[in-house]
């Protein structure tokens, strides 16, 4: 058999495509266009760069709700009970008169005893918690207590400064001098509480340290969150908040902060924050964990993409990046919604430009015009 040479092969092979081309072309209707069926023309696409915004700054910690102590009201000094201002099972406000006894007072009896206990029954109290915590804070770091007890006396030098801001708050001046004379105390209610217990009468003649009443704070809670030193400038007294959990069926309610007290951790400065709220339907109780929104007056200006950029599998967020012609899929870090922008907190490059429509048919590598 005679054996074709290599190089009349290779020249049979090009007379042969020559041919098939030449008889497709022949064929009516043939679109020498659909050659290229395999090609993959560009997704036309919009971007935009990364915006930057100014949102409101907030902060979102979980707190615990703890309950308040009920308050026994007693008689300071003496005397005869002129006024009683509640009754049985009456609901008071804190600073709310609650009785007023008519005796002879001294100068040392402080200037308008208030609210179940006198401004000096109020400062001493508070003098007498501050030693202890003081002398707490010393023994902890020596490791001679547990920081359970710190955090007690913590919570009742809290409690002591509390009493004696709404003492001092509420004084009615009172005569004064070294000799003892006629005077009134009013009692106050230094927070707020159901009358329980109540055995004070008008015209009674009662003894220093008898109890008149009790004030139960039954459904009466706080909630407490930890401030980190770094965020101590956002909050201040009177900060408001905003209460939500998932233990309950309501979105949320609201409070604001009613003190911030210094507190000991073994790693790093923080700081015990009260907020006061409204729980009148106690449906907030002591043990709950809830989630604290803080409505700091601060604002910050953040970096943000269009919502329509961002893309969410499986609880990750990403996005296409227009580079060099092609999509480029990054997954990103995000904050909270501002309108229709989303905070990112992840680095970009700081020319980016973000691809705003990207839609289902859009991959990570493919061919992108720019509209």
């Given at each position: 058999?005679?054996?074709?040479?290599?190089?009349?092969?290779?020249?049979?092979?090009?007379?042969?495509?020559a041919a098939l081309i030449a008889a497709l072309f022949g064929v009516a209707g043939f679109d020498p266009s659909s050659l290229h069926v395999f090609s993959q023309p560009p997704i036309k696409v919009t971007v935009t760069p990364v915006s930057t915004i100014t949102k409101d700054v907030q902060l979102v910690l979980p707190g615990a709700v703890e309950d308040r102590k009920a308050a026994i009201i007693s008689?300071?000094?003496s005397?005869?009970?002129?006024?009683?201002?509640?009754?049985?099972?009456?609901?008071?406000?804190?600073?709310?008169?609650?009785?007023?006894?008519?005796?002879m007072i001294t100068a040392d009896t402080g200037p308008g005893m208030q609210i179940g206990d006198t401004a000096r029954l109020a400062q001493t109290t508070y003098d007498n918690s501050l030693q202890e915590y003081s002398r707490f804070q010393k023994l902890y770091t020596q490791g001679a207590i547990a920081r359970r007890q710190l955090e007690a006396s913590a919570a009742r030098l809290q409690a002591a400064q509390e009493a004696l801001s709404a003492a001092q708050a509420s004084r009615q001046p009172v005569a004064t001098g070294k000799d003892r004379q006629p005077g009134r105390v009013n009692l106050l209610a230094l927070a707020g509480g159901t009358v329980t217990g109540l055995s004070a009468a008008s015209g009674k003649t009662v003894q220093a340290g008898e109890q008149l009443l009790v004030l139960q704070n039954e459904g009466e809670v706080r909630i407490v969150v930890?401030?980190?030193?770094?965020?101590?400038?956002?909050?201040?007294?009177?900060?408001?908040?905003?209460?939500t959990s998932a233990q309950t069926p309501w979105q949320g309610l609201a409070g604001h902060v009613e003190g911030i007290y210094p507190e000991i951790a073994t790693d790093h400065s923080s700081f015990r924050t009260h907020i006061q709220v409204d729980n009148a339907d106690s449906s907030l109780r002591p043990g709950m964990?809830?989630?604290?929104?803080?409505?700091?007056?601060?604002?910050?200006?953040?970096?943000?993409?269009?919502?329509?950029?961002?893309?969410?599998?499986?609880?990750?967020s990403y996005l296409y990046l227009a580079v060099g012609g092609r999509a480029v899929r990054q997954q990103v870090s995000t904050g909270p919604a501002i309108e229709d922008f989303i905070e990112i907190t992840s680095e970009l490059p700081p020319t980016a430009l973000v691809i705003t429509s990207a839609g289902s048919g859009l991959k990570d590598g493919a061919a992108i015009a720019i509209k």
């Open positions: 058999m005679k054996r074709i040479q290599p190089q009349h092969r290779a020249a049979a092979i090009i007379l042969a495509a008689a300071q000094i005397g005869r009970v002129s006024e009683v201002y509640v009754t049985e099972g009456q609901l008071v406000q804190a600073g709310q008169p609650l009785v007023s006894i008519e005796g930890h401030l980190e030193q770094k965020d101590l400038n956002l909050v201040q007294s009177g900060t408001p908040v905003e209460i964990v809830v989630s604290v929104r803080l409505n700091t007056d601060q604002t910050a200006t953040v970096r943000a993409v269009p919502a329509t950029a961002i893309i969410e599998e499986q609880g990750v």
